[in-house]
């Protein structure tokens, strides 16, 4: 049975997208079952690069470097800009997932340099994807908490990482993938309070 809103006194309760965040073997199931390539490339970039759906729906072909998703403060071609300073970043997708990088190289040199589709085709799509696949509700935005669960696993809750690859202005919201992951998040968080210093 998948996951639902709970009702408390007849009201519907807020779902966070980290509630919602699809597991591994979500993740695993979603990929497998796909067969539309749009919907195969919103799974891999969204799941493995972490891109907030504004984000995602506006890389260019000159966001593209060297296996990383260059994010500008803003780019008046595609009317984005950033949410927070922090959000202007380099994603090292490439790391992250090779084949990931691939689709999306490839995806957007054969769509005249952009993506192609607008956020609510992103939002419709997903949340087909989930009916279809998950019979639950799935949001974009619970990818990116999906990869934030993973980025903490692979290093190990390094926060500062987190930060930057997340494009977070504080350590708030990486202690609660941190500690989603299992790992002790008071000391992941002492670790980024040493490097802060620049004592790590």
């Known amino acids: 049975m998948g996951k639902q809103d709970s ?3 007849g009201r519907t309760r807020h779902v966070a997208s980290w509630e919602l965040a699809p597991s591994e073997e979500e993740y695993q199931a979603l990929l497998d079952s796909v067969r539309d390539d749009k919907d195969r490339l919103m799974v891999l970039v969204l799941g493995q690069g972490g891109f907030r759906a504004k984000e995602f729906t506006s890389i260019l072909y000159d966001w593209l470097s060297d296996g990383r998703v260059i994010i500008p403060a803003a780019d008046p071609r595609s009317g984005f800009r950033a949410k927070t300073p922090a959000s202007v970043r380099t994603v090292p997708l490439l790391k992250s997932d090779r084949y990931a990088w691939d689709v999306l190289k490839e995806w957007v040199e054969s769509h005249d340099g952009g993506m192609g589709f607008c956020q609510q085709t992103v939002n419709y799509r997903v949340t087909q994807m989930g ?29 500062y990482a987190m ?7 504080t350590p708030t919201v990486a202690m609660r993938y941190v500690h989603a992951a299992g ?7 002492d670790e980024w309070r040493l490097r802060e210093i620049g004592v790590a």
Do not use: V
Not at 133 to 151: E, G, M, N, V
Not at 163 to 169: E, K, L, P, Q, T
């Open 7 to 9: 009702k408390r006194k």
């Open 131 to 159: 009916k279809r696949i998950l019979d639950r509700r799935l949001i974009p935005h619970a990818f990116r908490s999906y990869c934030a669960t993973q980025l903490a696993k692979r290093t190990k809750g390094d926060i």
């Open 163 to 169: 930060m930057n690859f997340m494009g977070w202005d």
């Open 183 to 189: 790992i002790a998040a008071e000391k992941a968080l």
